[in-house]
């Protein structure tokens, strides 16, 4: 992870992954907007995933004393944004996050890594001989 990132982000990664989201992508966006640090990108592979893993991100980060400033799209469950200030969250469906790329369209921030990421990546690389594809 990057030094002078705030280690505490990966509490938002952890919530993402503990509903099982998938293709998680941690974008450092601090030097090309002022809309927000960092964006978390990540998917579900049907519109009740979706829901679930933003739901599952609400309570968890809840129980840590975390509460977004917005929500917006948790009904449909094709695009669930979660505002927390210096964190966005992004909770896609499959076929709607590459359709609207925002990976592609934030192709100048840093991929970042956090420690879970890292974790889940060598467990998965120990067992299966392959990276996970974050």
Known sequence: MTQDLDPSLDIYVRAAL???????????VRA????????IICHGRSNRQVMA???HILEYLKKHKIRPISVEGMKEGHWVLMD??????????ESVRYFY???G???DAKRVKTESMIKLEEKAGGKHGQKLDF
Not at 18 to 28: P, R, T
Not at 32 to 39: A, K, N
Not at 84 to 93: A, K, L, R, S
């Open 32 to 39: 090309l907007t002022s809309i927000s640090d960092v964006f």
């Open 84 to 93: 927390y200030g210096h964190v966005i969250i992004h909770v896609f469906y």
């Open 101 to 103: 790329d925002l990976e």
């Open 18 to 28: 503990g509903k099982k989201a998938l293709g998680i992508v941690v974008l450092d």
């Open 105 to 107: 369209l934030w192709i």
């Open 53 to 55: 893993i933003a739901e």
